[in-house]
């Protein structure tokens, strides 16, 4: 039913421009009953105009989940449920996606389906008003007020992408949700769903002849539109900034970063791949963080860090695929800790990364991470629809991450991954954030420059742990009173 | 798909060893992968005694903190070196440990699982500092809404069932937790036993592979000591209701409960209540059409019974745009069941309904690992993955009467538990304090 992965990795990128400037992918499984099929516009949330920040995720709403001139968005969910298919939509800065799997029998009614909810979208006011003021509740309810993780890692893109195009949450803020309109949404449609944008992805047992004939269908669209806005880089920044954003919690969420100059197109992101596993790989217990915050001290529930942007694909543990992004960023996520730990909690992240940065991956370190990942990849595109995921992404970044880490991990030695440290990592101008309650404290000690230690509630925690909190707690920060700001949560994304 | 072709179509060999340990191969077509389910018939609803909630869930923490052959750095080296997806779940009535990994690392799987489950060895201190990550677990949830809506609607739902706490527990336990190392060894003891237990392997393996390493590993278990039973749920008499006080941002929300019956292979109550909540909830329903899309008043509604080992609740959540709309979403749901129980379906939609449901299931069966989540759910709660066709032999059975009664019978006020959520206003306020941590003995 599945394709090896060392099938994978023999058959390069499959994307090939046919249908025009459409891009198709085709993964075949002859034997497996399930089809998905899988549209990736490189259209994303840095196609949203000044001003109209969220214009991009409501037009690919309107199209996801909005009706058509054949069927109103009701009619297309009945014609979909006896199928048990969905039309799953979601984006990000540089891509939206819309995708389903359904079983064979049903291929031609759910890519009709699907179809026609791109290229004829009905631009209903009542599905503009439902989508626009969930969009609205999404930042001012939900981001605001129901996820204090998510809260943090969408503020930290504020900081980090100040200014740029990336430097607001993807749904958008409530400035530019608010001037919208709906002819608003048609000319953006209009201008950037286009076939130069567009990629088509088809995987699993499809008849031979299906992929050709669904990219055809997409012929209607325009060849091209606007054109898409080269990126600046990222505003630099001296020196480390905090945004403490106060609110009702019960621990304090921690996102840290910065900008960096690499990507799966870069021969440097895969040794500073092998950093950030070792450094902190995703709900695992392999990381430096995770073992030194959680399992030795009981800080928290998880330490994470990551290379590029890392979205969760549902509950499973693995990324979502096809929400590249043109640049990318470091960064450190340190789940919620009881308000009294957070500033130590900080100071040992930074710690922890610097010591890497300094001395580099330990010989053990780095021989456990490599056995590691040339295992675990193999976990990454278990079925049909993340196979073909990847195979789009590496359509984009001009190289597929699984295949590449598979043949550059053998020969990639421990000095490779400390030359990629030396030259992206760096806790100098980090933007921290952390919500929740207490934060007043924080920033007095902070801005203060005073230790932060850790109390343990708990017995017997070794002496050199405890010698090492010692050095932990005063650990200097490249830190002043004017760059640790506080705001409320119900402040944040208005503009 | 034909109405005659099985659910759960892979072919599986189930053996017993001598000490009651059941073990499930379960051939499954991912080249080179398996998917290590060991799975225990113990969940939150097994913590009786007061005081103790939450402790399921944090014994699974402590099957990660090693024994005397396999340190936690050892164990997580061997978890490492095989490139393993490794993690543990627990819920009201089961405990389940789960490895996805290469198939050639079925021997180093098996031994140190088998090691864990019977030889587990931790310190005291070790014991504290994973409490604390458990506190840290219920801190990350605290922060959405639905966490203090769904305590409040089970403890106030159930009166003795130990369903009434959450599978986390209590916070105040959660804050107890590094006093009651004693109680977890003896938590040990009870549970994690052959009888208690069952293995479940899926992918690229033989039974011939692995019963010999089961065989080796786990043939000197014994089996456990009688465990404590589990109170029985009066029956609710009269509605309840409580409301969750909420500061900061959020969109209003309601939480309802129906007492609903306990999973079952032979009566045909449950899958009716399935038919019930695609009639009633799915996207295609006449109330999210009116309630979502039409009048645009809910942004969110689902509603549906989870399969349980006693009889646990029909649940029902809907996320309201305005607060003054709670009052009208809440009587427009109990309409709609009221109009079924009063006007049945068609069979043209109960045949629908049917094929959605096998269409769905089968588009799970998509991968190792999720065929195991999903027998390890029947196993948990039947002991037998024949339970998968059982159910959906019992969903073709099902008939519009059976939906028409089960719409009557279960949806009555007397049976309900109501929970409405409202943010207060916006203010800077001084936080609640988290209750201090008692002194550590």
């Known amino acids: 039913m599945l394709l090896s992965v060392a099938a994978m990795a023999a058959a390069p990128a499959l994307a090939r421009a046919e249908a025009g400037p459409i891009r198709v992918v085709r993964l075949p499984s002859p034997n497996s009953p399930l089809v998905t099929l899988r549209l990736v516009f490189q259209v994303g949330a840095a196609d949203d105009p000044a001003g109209h920040e969220g214009l991009a995720a409501l037009t690919a709403a309107m199209l996801g989940e909005g009706s058509t001139v054949r069927r109103t968005w009701s009619e297309v969910l009945d014609a979909l449920y006896p199928m048990a298919a969905d039309i799953h939509a979601y984006g990000d800065k540089d891509a939206f996606v819309f995708t389903g799997t359904v079983h064979r029998d049903n291929l031609d009614a759910f890519a009709s389906l699907l179809a026609d909810q791109i290229l004829t979208p009905r631009f209903s006011s009542e599905d503009f008003t439902r989508l626009k003021q969930d969009s609205l509740d999404a930042i001012t309810k939900t981001l605001r007020g129901n996820d204090d993780e998510d809260l943090g890692k969408q503020a930290l893109g504020t900081l980090i992408y100040a200014g740029h195009p990336y430097g607001h949450p993807t749904p958008g803020t409530v400035a530019g949700l608010s001037a919208l309109g709906l002819d608003d949404v048609k000319r953006f449609y209009a201008e950037h769903f286009t076939q130069d944008r567009l990629l088509v992805g088809v995987a699993g047992g499809y008849p031979e002849s299906f992929p050709a004939a669904f990219a055809a269908r997409f012929a209607v669209l325009p060849t091209t539109g606007k054109a898409r806005a080269e990126l600046a880089p990222p505003p630099a920044r001296v020196g480390m900034d905090v945004l403490l954003v106060e609110k009702q919690s019960l621990g304090n969420a921690i996102s840290m970063g910065t900008s960096i100059d690499v990507t799966r197109d870069d021969d440097d992101f895969y040794p500073l791949a092998v950093a950030a596993s070792y450094l902190g790989e995703h709900r695992t217990f392999n990381g430096v963080l995770m073992l030194a915050m959680r399992q030795k001290r009981g800080l928290n529930y998880g330490d994470y860090a990551y290379v590029e942007n890392f979205i969760q694909d549902g509950w499973t543990t693995f990324p979502l695929t096809n929400i590249p992004r043109r640049q990318q960023h470091f960064e450190i996520w340190l789940r919620p800790i009881p308000p009294a730990g957070a500033g130590f909690a900080i100071r040992e992240a930074i710690f922890e990364t610097d010591k890497l940065i300094r001395d580099g991956i330990p010989a053990v370190g780095f021989a456990a991470t490599r056995a590691f990942l040339l295992n675990y990849i193999n976990l990454w595109a278990q079925d049909g629809s993340r196979r073909l995921g990847y195979a789009i992404d590496a359509a984009i970044y001009g190289k597929d991450v699984v295949a590449e880490l598979k043949r550059r991990l053998p020969a990639m030695t421990k000095d490779d991954v400390d030359r990629a440290i030396r030259k992206y990592l760096t806790t100098k101008n980090l933007a921290v954030v952390v919500v929740g309650d207490k934060v007043k404290a924080l920033a007095g000690a902070l801005a203060a420059g005073k230790p932060t230690p850790i109390v343990y509630d708990t017995k017997d925690t070794p002496a050199d742990v405890l010698k090492e909190d010692k050095l932990i707690e005063s650990y200097p920060l490249p830190l002043s009173a004017p760059h640790i700001k506080i705001v409320s949560a119900n402040s944040l994304f208005e503009k | ?441």
Request: hydrophobic share 40%.
């Open chain 2, 1 to 441: 798909m034909t109405a005659e072709a099985k659910a759960f179509p892979f072919p599986t060999v189930e053996t017993t060893l001598p000490n009651g340990l059941r073990v499930f191969v379960v051939h499954y077509d991912s080249p080179g992968l398996v998917a290590y389910y060991s799975i225990v018939r113990t969940g939150s609803r097994n913590e009786v005694e007061p005081g103790k909630s939450g402790f399921a869930h944090f014994f699974e923490h402590m099957m990660f903190r090693g024994t005397r052959q396999f340190s936690t750095e050892k164990y997580n080296a061997e978890i490492k070196a095989m490139g393993a997806d490794s993690n543990a779940f627990t819920s009201d009535d089961m405990t389940v440990y789960h490895i996805l990994a290469g198939a050639s690392a079925l021997p180093t799987i098996v031994n140190i699982e088998a090691d864990r489950f019977q030889h587990l060895e931790y310190t005291e201190s070790e014991f504290q500092k994973e409490s604390r990550a458990v506190l840290g677990e219920y801190n990350k949830g605290a922060s959405d809404p639905l966490q203090p809506m769904v305590e409040t609607l089970y403890e106030n739902a159930f009166q003795a069932h130990t369903y009434k706490h959450t599978t986390i527990g209590f916070l105040r336990d959660i804050v107890d937790m590094p006093n009651q190392f004693p109680y977890s060894r003896q938590f040990f003891d009870r549970y994690y036993r052959p009888d208690n237990v069952l293995l479940l392997v899926v992918g690229d393996v033989t039974s011939e592979q692995v019963m010999p390493l089961v065989e080796k590993h786990y043939g000197g278990w014994s089996a456990g000591p009688a465990r404590p039973a589990i109170p029985v749920e009066p029956p609710q008499q009269h509605e309840r209701r409580a409301t969750v006080a909420w500061k900061g941002a959020s969109l209003p929300m309601l939480l309802i409960g129906f007492h609903a019956p306990a999973f079952s292979t032979t009566s045909i109550d449950g899958v009716a209540l399935e038919v019930l909540s695609e009639l009633v909830f799915a996207e295609r329903s006449p109330l999210y059409r009116r309630l979502v899309l039409d009048e645009q008043k809910v942004e969110h509604i689902d509603g549906s019974c989870d399969r349980h080992v006693d009889p646990n609740l029909f649940t029902i959540l809907a996320r309201v745009k305005d607060s003054k709309d709670l009052a009208y979403v809440e009587k427009v749901i109990y309409q709609e069941i009221a109009r079924i129980a009063a006007e049945g379906m068609s069979a043209k939609t109960l045949a629908e309904v049917v094929s959605h449901t096998r269409y769905a299931f089968a588009g799970q069966l998509a991968t190792a690992d999720k065929v195991a989540l999903i027998g390890a759910e029947f196993l948990a709660l039947d002991g037998r993955l024949s339970a998968i066709d059982d159910t959906f032999a019992l969903l073709a059975k099902v008939s519009p009467a059976d939906v028409k009664r089960v719409a009557g019978k279960y949806f009555t006020p007397e049976n309900r538990t109501v929970v409405t959520l409202q943010p207060e206003a916006a203010e800077a306020a001084e936080a609640d304090s988290v209750p201090e941590a008692p002194e550590v003995q």
